[in-house]
Each structure stands twice: as C-alpha cells, then as structure tokens.
C-alpha cells in the first residue's frame, strides 16, 4: 500500500501515548496532540500541532488516536458537549487500554454520538512503539478501517484487521497477554528453581530464548490440531507431558519452593487425560477449555 500523509490527532501522552504521537510523527503525517497535563505537551514543541483543548485537537484531523489509561478516562473529556461536536462525523481510533467488552460498549456510544469507531490494541512496550517493532490490532467495520489504513499501517510492519465484531482486536490482545503473563509467572517460578538448584540465571533466560523456535512450532500444530480437532499425532502425549512434569513438581517440594504453579499446571492436563486425551497430543487441553457452540 502505498504510503499516504495524513492528518492524525493523538489524546493522551503518557508514556504509550507519548509513543504513538512519535511514530505518526516520524512517518511523516501532520499531526495534533493534546494532554490533560500541560506539560506533557512540551516534548512535541516544533514536531507536532500543539492543541490546547480536546475539541481544538479534534477539530484538526479526521482520524483521532486516543491512549490513556482507561475507556472510563477516556469518556470523561470525550463526554463534553464541544467534544462531541468536533467529533461527530470522524473517525475514533480507540487504543486505551480495555476489554472486549469496553470495545462493545465504546462503539454503542460512538454510534449514539455521530462518530465513527475503530477499535484497536498495542501489544509492545512503548520502546517497542519507538523502534517501529510493535505489534497492532484493529477491529471494526472493514471499509472504515481500509479508508485509514494508508496511515494506519505506517506504524509498524505488524499492522493486522483481525475482524469486524467491534469486540475482536481487545479479546485477541487478552489472549495474547494471557500466553505472555502465564510464560513469564512459569518463568519466574523457574528462576526460584535455578536459584535453589545453584544454577547461573543466565542459563535460564538464555534457554528460554533458545527454545523459541520448539513454542512456535508446538504453537503451529497446536492450532492445527484443534482447528481440525484431532490430536492424533507422533511428537509427545499428554501421558509424556504429565510424567515430565511431574520431574517439576518433585524438584519444586525437594527444595520447599511454592507448589501453586506446578500443580495447577499439571492438574490441568491430569483433567484432560481423565477426559480420554491421555495418548493425544497437546492440543487436546482445548477440549477441558471449549464453549460448546
């Protein structure tokens, strides 16, 4: 696609905020800023429209950016009746940190007040925002999306619509955010497992770097198999993964370590061969997990 300049308002310059201004920024797009906090603003002196109310800072573009720390935050300035009518007939671009539900909702009010709505979810830090790395999600109405996608898609090369259910992107971003919190509490009970053991953290974090390419290719079959349901398969069952784990759950009492992570893991999978997925593959937990449809 290719690249268009355009005109983008950014509320909220917090630390993610601050961020995504930058990236419009140097991709080359005109753009406005507003923050509650004056002083905020200053950092955008000579690179950006400095606004100095959220109506003024709405009035000047047609695709309006907003990243503060709530949806709730974010109507309590979107709710004023000069906001609303510099908003109406443009285009909202929500990227507060929220729910699916918040997305659902953000859209019911959009639609009350004459405003067009996307809804969308950063998956990096802000550092990963500057280095142009992150990774984005929108959801919404395809055409609405597709008229600002020319500038949308500057900010990163992981620029994805993941669907028109409002609600898509935010429950996509808690899936995501769940693989990552549940990796790094694995992570940090395995630490205290090194700690205990003597050995160098080092070896640790550098193995799990090492062992990347195994979750992306376990990830990749993962979703075969429970796209397809079948879980069939020659790599490792469930009945192998339970008596490997249970290789943690001894060294994690020997050394008199919090068993909550271990156990919960290993009854997990325990319930899925109880279920009749014991000589299945890993795949085969959705099945303890799935809503009937």
């Known amino acids: 696609m290719a690249k268009t300049v355009g005109n983008v308002t950014c509320l909220g310059l917090g630390l993610m905020g601050s961020a995504l201004a930058r990236c419009f920024v140097r991709n080359g797009h005109n753009v406005t800023v507003w923050n509650r906090d004056p002083e905020k603003r200053k950092a955008f002196e000579g690179s950006a ?17 907003i990243s503060v720390s709530t949806y709730t935050d974010a109507t309590a300035f979107l709710n004023a009746p000069e906001v609303l009518e510099a908003a109406r007939g443009k285009t909202l671009v929500q990227l507060s940190s929220g729910s699916a539900p918040d997305a659902r ?3 019911a009010w959009a639609q009350g007040h004459g405003i067009e709505y996307l809804d969308g979810c950063v998956l990096g830090y802000p550092s990963d925002v500057d280095a142009d790395r992150c990774v984005y999600f929108f959801s ?9 996608a020319s500038v949308i898609e500057t900010m990163s090369p992981a620029v994805k619509f993941v ?37 160098a953290l080092d070896h640790l974090f550098g193995g799990i770097v090492g062992i990347l390419p195994w979750i992306g290719s376990t990830a990749e079959l993962t979703n075969q198999q429970i796209t397809r349901r079948d879980y069939t398969g020659v ?21 008199g370590l ?25 795949g085969a937990l959705f099945e303890i ?5």
Do not use: W
């Open 49 to 65: 429209a400095i606004a100095a109310s959220p109506a003024e800072a709405i009035a000047a573009s047609d695709m309006i950016v």
């Open 140 to 148: 919404g109405p395809q055409a609405l999306y597709d008229r600002h």
């Open 235 to 255: 790599q490792a069952t469930n009945d192998v993964h339970v008596g490997a784990q249970e290789h943690i759950v001894t060294v994690t009492r020997e050394n």
């Open 105 to 107: 909702a953000g859209e």
């Open 289 to 293: 997990y799935r809503k009937e449809t």
């Open 258 to 282: 919090d068993m909550a992570v271990p156990e919960f893991i290993i009854e997990r999978y325990k319930t899925a061969i109880a279920q009749g997925h014991g000589g299945e593959e890993i």
């Open 163 to 199: 669907g028109q259910p409002i609600g898509c992107a935010k429950a996509l971003d808690s899936a995501l955010l769940e693989v990552f919190y549940a990796t790094f509490l694995g992570a940090a009970h395995a630490a205290s497992i090194c700690q205990a053991e003597g050995i």
